[in-house]
């Protein structure tokens, strides 16, 4: 029974979960019957990454098992037992540790049993299942599809969701998974398609009067604000949130909102008055014992100092963030420091490294399938090589990454904005008129994957 029951889990599992699932009428000795399978080789012992023991089973051995599940009339019920398990954890731990100094933990346990939240979210969306289970758990692992770079498989899970039958009505269930869309899609690049569930989630979440779901509705309109350019529309509900974080006693939320709040008033040319806001939300940031709400502090001061010219500032800032998410995985932002001090070693005149940091951002927003970060990763390579006596190449290639960041619905980042600026005007300087413009026409005419192929063949 045990070892059929055994079947349900995708990926190993650990002996709590085990005796959670697996033992519903308390009648079975979890810990001999492991020992008893282990002994005859029809489970394996294995060690995680926090030293936690687990269990998986030989991929032939284990589609045995759940045939046998089937066979004994418990599969639907098992699933059941385990879908609310993992579903539990999610929505009642990792939703809210997510955003406290226990955050690589769940991080890494997440790493190890996401194979087990992919089958409960499959479950969720059969027909036995349960819709508002899978809604809160995409909820709760939002953090954990940013941070660990699962942004393609993250927006496919909100996006089955949201097109399941129970969620066609408006309604605070569908509005949340409208919030679990959106802002996936906005990391995704996809920033019209983000913002209008967004919107429309908003519209839903004030007229239901839903509001422990405001603020957060708030911050997630500003970011597909701000990453369209549309800083000035940003600042009001950015600055509505990080009142209501600070009135609710959510420190970790209400950097994130100071945070975006230095960034609108960069975007909008005020770097003094960014540099205060972000120096506000650091003195907070420091007493909460987490890499991550560090580094997006230290990363934006960066910004606010290579903005202003000052790299050898920014570098410090960047390389400070390198070091604290070091060992924590954090994919998406470890590509964006790559790319940012590309710019530094391009600033200092090591056209090498800074070749080697735009081509592997390049790499890391491919494999994140970030279009955002792909088309700044090709602007930077389109400027070094220009500085490197390539203006045609360097003109067709910058054409080509303004066009894909267009067509993601974004505009540049400040401090991109102004080298992106800076290289243009270089490159007009080194052409006639005619040249310009016909290998600016050039790259604004290619689809991404032949700017991805025009970028390899370097002249």
Known sequence: ALFARLGVFVGGFTLEAAEAICNPGGD??????????????????????SGEVRFDMLETIHAFAQEQLGVRGELESTRQ?????????????????????????????????????????????????????????????????????????GLTWAERILASPALQEPSPLR??????????????????????????SLAVLIRTEEEQWFAPSLISKAVALINMGRDHDAQPLLMQAQGLFKAMGFDYFQVIALVHLGNV????????????????????????????ILSFVLNNLGEVARTQGQYDLARTYYEECEGLLGITGDRGDMARFVHSLGYVAQHEGDFDRAATQFRESLKLFRRLGNRRGIAESLAGLAGLKARGGHPLWGTTLLGAAETLLQSTGGAWWPADRVEVERNRQMMQSALNPEEFQSAWGAGTAMGIDQALQFAADEP
């Not at 960069?266 to 890499?291: F, M, S």
């Open 265 to 292: 008033e960069l975007g909008l040319g005020h770097p003094g008055e960014a540099q205060r806001v972000l120096e506000e939300a650091l003195l907070i940031a420091r007493t909460l014992n987490e890499p991550w």
């Open 81 to 153: 037992r385990h879908a609310r398990y993992f579903g539990e954890i999610a929505v009642d731990c990792i939703g809210f540790e997510l955003y406290s100094e226990r955050a690589l933990y769940w991080l890494d346990w997440l790493e190890c049993d996401f194979s087990n939240m992919r089958a409960t979210l499959d479950w969720c969306l059969g027909q036995s299942g349960d819709i508002e289970l899978g809604v809160q758990i995409v909820f709760a692992l939002i953090w954990f599809f940013y941070r660990r770079g699962y942004f393609i498989e």
């Open 175 to 200: 509005a949340l998974a409208q919030q679990n869309y959106g802002i996936l899609a906005v990391w995704k690049g996809e920033q019209d398609k983000g913002l209008a569930q967004i919107e429309e």
């Open 28 to 49: 079975v000795d979890i810990l001999d019957g492991l020992t008893s399978l282990a002994d005859n080789s029809l489970i394996r012992q294995a060690e995680s990454s």
